[in-house]
């Protein structure tokens, strides 16, 4: 039986493209057992992020910490590391930069600002490390251990604003950080401002990409994901890379908790994170783990999210977007299904590779 490959190189980009088409004709399935008009409903999807400059600042606030989580995880992956506490890196990250960015009063911005951001990558990089110890000390699996801290997390970022940075009534909050420690927005839209860690989080991803693909450090950290045992031969330290993934992926998240309380709120609140950590794995994967694969890949889950909001009003269910998430999630985990189906219809060549 001839073996067969694909030699296509466009592979990568069709895999999610592929999955998202088959996930929006699932749920255009459903849709219609629903009673409503797929058409109709993807339609106001469609407006509602992308209808008018308020749907875009929307769209671009909700990316850019996405962008950051996604980048979180999927530098994990890389290297063979299974990041799940992007969403308590990033928690740990917000509680730093509040607590360095409220003590800026009278520093100038040229430095409140850095000051704030490195306090924020400090905090998801020093909590992910947690977890990279014990895997390379104790063989502790990274899955098990980042979703406890994420737990530890939730309760630290609850406890910090009900006591020590408690401030006002009602909801339990932090006080606002220095006017000098907050971000300016790259433009206002009425009453929305897009947020400039959008350029911060675009930043990142193309000096993940170099670091992965240009540098020593990105060579050994992919080597010990592809094979730890052969990369340990080749006199690669593999505890070392394993704690030195885990802080730059926990850095990554961390920046996204301060591009939140720098942009966004400009202070804490419990739960402040919003489940942004757990949506950087479904970015990831639909990324392809690769960093420019997860700056389109977190627009277009923060295009969904800011579309479901205008779905509700013909009365689709934003749960919907949930089930279009989960589908896209399983094609692209089982991306072998969506590579037979484009081999089918691919072009065969000699020796029974495929174009």
């Known amino acids: 039986m001839p073996k067969v490959q694909s030699k ?12 998202v088409l088959v996930s929006l004709i699932i749920a255009a399935i459903i849709i219609l057992l629903l009673g409503k008009n797929p058409l109709t409903a993807y339609a106001e999807m469609f407006k509602g992020a992308f209808g008018s400059r308020l749907s875009w600042a929307d769209n671009i606030t909700k990316m850019t910490s996405l962008l950051l989580t996604g980048l979180a995880v999927g530098f994990g992956f890389r290297a063979g590391v299974f990041n799940i506490g992007a969403e308590g890196q990033m928690a740990v990250g917000g509680i730093m930069a509040t607590f360095v960015g409220i003590n800026m009063g009278n520093v100038p911005a040229v430095i409140a600002i850095p000051l704030t951001m ?12 947690i977890a990279g110890i014990l895997k390379a000390k104790t063989g502790a699996h990274e899955v098990i251990s980042t979703i406890m801290l994420n737990w530890v997390a939730y309760h630290l970022s609850n406890y910090v604003v009900s006591g020590p940075l408690a401030v006002g009534q009602g909801v339990p909050k932090s006080p606002e950080i220095a006017q000098s420690a907050q971000l300016p927005p790259l433009l206002t839209v009425q009453a929305s401002n897009v947020p400039s860690g959008i350029l911060v989080a675009i930043v990142a991803a193309f000096v993940v990409y170099i670091v992965l693909q240009k540098t020593t450090v990105g060579y050994e950290l992919k080597a010990v994901g592809y094979n730890p045992y052969a990369a340990e031969y080749g006199g690669i330290s593999i505890s070392k890379n394993i704690v030195l993934t885990m802080a730059i992926s926990g850095g990554l998240a961390g ?3 301060a591009i939140e309380v720098m942009c966004v ?6 739960a402040f994170t919003g489940s942004r950590g757990f949506d950087g794995i479904t970015i990831a994967l639909i990324g392809q783990n690769n960093p420019i694969g997860i700056i389109f890949s977190s627009f277009l889950i923060s ?8 779905m509700q009003s013909v009365g689709i269910p934003d749960d919907i977007v949930t089930i279009i998430q989960g589908i896209i999630i399983f094609f692209v985990a089982a991306n072998r299904i969506i590579k037979m189906w484009i081999m089918k219809f691919s072009k065969p060549v000699k020796g029974g590779e495929l174009e």
């Open 303 to 310: 295009s969904l999210r800011s579309g479901s909001n205008a």
């Open 118 to 129: 490195m306090a924020g990558i400090l905090g998801g990089a020093v909590w992910a490390s």
């Open 265 to 270: 709120y400009h202070r804490i609140f419990g």
């Open 255 to 257: 920046l996204a908790g």
């Open 8 to 19: 296509n190189k466009w592979m990568p980009f069709l895999v999610p493209f592929f999955s």
